[in-house]
């Protein structure tokens, strides 16, 4: 050693390296067998990042830069995926206040859902009428919803409880009682007491039309339901309703580095154990902490609009073309899928969560309730998607297509094609407006054996008007079947 010890000593560590440069000299001996496995090479190639570089398994400076990126970017990746259904309610909710609507205000589609407002696969067959109710004040009454289809959902979109025919009411008068995580006083007598984790929620019900009267059946839908907070039960005050019909406004959550801004937004309002630890973690990991404001630096901003870029290809892939067989109803050609083809709710195979079918429904539906992925027989609802003629070869709005629905078709209520583009996965905006025909269009028209043929493309088939749904050229576009109340 030709440094003496005196002059390591004074010299602080460099007493280690001394030691250390003539003690690696030569290759390292273990005092047992160590498998391969275990050894890191010095030198590591990867497809992501490239060579990696190690000194005996100690990543150097380049190495460490490479993997913090890495695991920062894959956690953003994952924050937007797992982070979705937060995000997708957050937006829907922050939409209808953007228009006004404050909680317990109920909103209606009057006369029917158009392309103008921005929403997740909506259909304009029948009229929708939801709600945001939020209980952080104080539990919420819900009362006399009527024989409508709905549910409600909680800030992360899961599924509290089922509203109207497929619920606990079965469509007679009733009142609910939506119970927040931190209420402490009592619940009197009279209700059907429904607990929750979180504050905000979204109500949300499907009216039922009959004879083609869409006006009388909002006016007997907005005389008979009341909505509002438990403290004013003496002295409920007036229901204030707001026509939705024709509005101009977005409820979708961003694709792009703002949906972080979304995700914490949720985070910050909702109670510190709303959701599951193990989620809250990954948020955390990005900067989304409950109490601290969420600021990430030039770095992270970088990381998090790689990320979000990252996985909204992810999720387009994962809707657009799904690579998992067990989505689709039929083997072959026959293009009918659905991440609810499962029949789970939860997105649960055998114990699993089906990752995949989770970020799938989240990112092109709104609303949840095990009425859409199981029904019972005459209640609930069937869903299937298309989006391509052919593995690869997506719809096309230039050209003309057709779809035949055997009959009798299998809805006691109503069915119906609808539209959406690829882009929005909203309503397909076109001079037709309606995005899509149903059993309660007025100039539909059946086959001479029941069936019901249904043509999509620019121009309507001689004959065919009743029938067909208006696309565009040069614009992409997906199709949902719908079946309320399947009876098979």
């Given at each position: 050693m030709k440094l003496s010890v005196q002059k390591c000593l004074l010299t602080?560590?460099?007493?280690?390296?001394?030691?250390?440069?003539?003690?690696?000299?030569?290759?390292?001996?273990?005092?047992?067998?160590v498998p391969s496995s275990l050894i890191t090479p010095d030198s590591v190639q990867t497809d992501y990042l490239g060579e990696l570089e190690f000194f005996d398994g100690m990543p150097n400076d380049l190495t460490v830069q490479k993997a913090y990126d890495f695991l920062d970017t894959y956690r953003a990746v994952e924050s937007f995926l797992s982070g979705m259904p937060a995000a997708s309610i957050y937006g829907l909710l922050e939409g209808h206040r953007g228009i006004g609507m404050q909680p317990n205000d109920l909103g209606i589609t009057e006369t029917l859902m158009d392309a103008r407002s921005l929403w997740l696969t909506p259909q304009t067959t029948t009229p929708y009428a939801h709600a945001e109710i939020d209980v952080k004040n104080g539990p919420v009454v819900i009362e006399n919803p009527g024989p409508v289809l709905g549910f409600i959902d909680d800030a992360f979109f899961l599924y509290v409880t089922d509203i109207g025919l497929a619920g606990p009411d079965k469509g007679k008068p009733f009142k609910y009682l939506l119970v927040g995580p931190d209420y402490t006083g009592e619940t009197p007598q009279g209700y059907h007491v429904v607990r929750t984790n979180t504050y905000r929620h979204w109500f949300i019900v499907r009216l039922f039309v009959a004879d083609g009267d869409v006006a009388g059946t909002v006016n007997a839908f907005k005389k008979s339901i009341r909505i509002y907070p438990l403290a004013q039960d003496d002295n409920p005050p007036e229901q204030r309703f707001f026509n939705l019909s024709g509005r101009q406004y977005n409820t979708i959550h961003a694709s792009d580095k703002t949906f972080y801004d979304e995700l914490n937004a949720v985070i910050q309002y909702e109670p510190a154990n709303a959701f599951n630890p193990e989620l809250v973690g990954l948020f955390a990991s990005i900067g989304i902490k409950k109490g601290q404001p969420f600021a990430p630096d030039k770095r992270m901003q970088k990381i998090l609009t790689e990320g979000a870029a990252i996985a909204n290809a992810i999720a387009r892939s994962i809707v657009y073309r799904p690579r998992s067989e067990s989505v689709y109803f039929y083997p072959g050609e026959r293009r009918w899928y659905s991440p609810l083809a499962g029949g789970s709710s939860e997105f649960l195979d055998n114990g699993e969560r089906v990752l995949a079918d989770r970020v799938f429904f989240h990112y092109y539906a709104t609303g949840i309730t095990p009425a859409m992925a199981k029904p019972k027989v005459g209640t609930g609802s069937v869903y299937a998607m298309a989006t391509d003629v052919a593995k690869g070869r997506y719809l096309d709005g230039g050209k003309t297509y057709s779809v035949t629905l055997p009959g009798p078709v299998p809805a006691q209520n109503f069915w119906s094609f609808m539209v959406y583009s690829g882009q929005t996965r909203s309503i397909l905006e076109t001079d037709q407006k309606t995005g899509g025909v149903g059993?309660?269009?007025?100039?539909?028209?059946?086959?001479?054996?029941?069936?019901?043929?249904?043509?999509?493309?620019?121009?309507?088939?001689?004959?065919?008007?009743?029938?067909?749904?208006?696309?565009?050229?040069?614009?992409?576009?997906?199709?949902?079947?719908?079946?309320?109340?399947?009876w098979v």
């Open positions: 602080g560590f460099v007493l280690f390296a001394c030691v250390t440069q003539n003690a690696l000299a030569e290759k390292p001996k273990y005092a047992a067998d059993s309660n269009s007025p100039n539909l028209k059946a086959n001479d054996d029941g069936s019901f043929t249904v043509w999509f493309g620019p121009k309507a088939p001689a004959g065919k008007e009743g029938n067909w749904v208006q696309t565009e050229p040069n614009t992409s576009y997906n199709c949902l079947l719908r079946l309320y109340s399947p």
